[in-house]
Structure formats: C-alpha cells, structure tokens
C-alpha cells in the first residue's frame, strides 16, 4: 500500500501523525499536541489538503493544538471536557506558569468520522474516552496513550483507571491483529506480536 506517515514529535513528548493513507493529497493527523506548525508547514510545503484529525484523548499533550487546526476534529466525546478544560493538567506540569486558550470549536464524535478505512476501538484507562485507530488496510493501529513500546498509559489521572485499562489491554489489545504495527502517543513504533512478547505490563495483564 502506498502510504506515507509523517511523524512529529512535539516539545510535550508527544507524537503527532501526517498520515497520507493512499500516497495522495489528502491527509489525516493523528493527534494535535500544543505546537503544531511544524506539521502544518510540512502539509502546506506539500500541498496537501487536510481531512481531519483523530484525537486518541483528551489531555493537553495531544489535544490543546485544536485551535490552531484547520479542519474537522474527531474524538471520543467523553474525552471532551479534559480537551476543553487543559488547565488543570498544563498546571501539574508547568507550575501554572503557562496559560491555555479555551477552545470553543466544534469537536465531533468519533462516529462521524466520513472515512470507512478506519476502525476505532474505545479503550478506556488512561482516560475515560481514551481510544485507538485502525488502518486495516495499511496495517497499523495509533494507540495514543492506552499502550506504547515498553509500557502502558499511566492511569492516575482525571478519569484514568486502573482496572477499566486491564480489561482494555484483556479485550481489545489482544484482538489486536499481531502483525499490525503500533504507532503510540510517546515514543517509538512496535509490532503488535513484539509488544505482546516483550511489554513486562502487557504480558502480566494478559497473563493473569
Ligand atoms: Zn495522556
């Protein structure tokens, strides 16, 4: 399959994705973190046209770029009270030295995303409306923070759980198919079958 992903790292940590699904012009992010004009300056040296953004959560590190985004933006709505409200969290992490914008856009459910390429997979833990995207056709799966190379989403957060993310790693990551890659929110790509084997969290919650 002719497709090409673009990864940028922002100063958060987190991974926003360009994904280019069929090798054409039209694109879709795969979360928004605080800085996205490196992103949006590679789409616009390109001249791609932008069809969206699937946002994996609501905290600040992959969500608080809405306002600079340009097109529709999709997202679990039970995750849409953290997007709106980064305050909190931007606070735990900069001493209240930096303040957010409210974002008063539209924020659509993840049911209305147009394109039926993609499947997504709820997956709550992280946070309550923490969810995964499904490129069948491409073979990978963006897990934001539900799980990453070598470990898993922390869960003491607004609406994190413990016990809500060992059922997600027991009933959907292991429906995962374990050829696919992952491309999580922090860090570096994996196969599913080499995550399954070599993530110490994954292999106690899906062995005990
Ligand atoms: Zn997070």
Do not use: W
């Amino acid at each position: 399959m002719n497709s090409e992903i673009y990864k940028f790292t922002s100063f958060t940590t987190s991974n926003c994705y360009v994904l280019r699904p069929f090798g054409n012009e039209i694109c879709i992010f795969v979360d928004l973190p605080p800085d996205l004009t490196e992103p949006l300056d590679y789409v616009n040296k390109n001249n791609l046209s932008i069809g969206g953004a699937l946002v994996t959560h609501g905290h600040f590190d992959h969500a608080l770029g809405m306002s600079l985004f340009p097109s529709n933006i999709f997202m679990n709505l039970e995750d849409e009270f953290l997007a709106r409200n980064p305050q909190e969290q931007i606070a735990m992490f900069t001493n209240n030295n930096f303040q957010a914008e409210q974002f008063n856009g539209e924020i659509k459910d993840i049911n209305e995303i147009p394109y039926q390429f993609i499947k997504s997979h709820h997956n709550p833990g992280h946070t309550a409306g923490s969810t995964s995207f499904e490129f069948p056709e491409l073979g990978i799966i963006f897990t934001g923070d539900f799980v990453f190379k070598e470990s898993i989403g922390r869960t003491d957060l607004k609406t994190g759980n413990h016990s809500e993310m060992i059922s997600s790693i027991k009933n959907v990551f292991t429906n995962f198919n374990p050829d696919y890659e992952i491309l999580p929110g922090h860090g570096d790509s994996e196969k599913v079958s080499i995550i399954s084997k070599d993530n110490i969290f994954i292999r106690e919650y899906i062995n005990d």
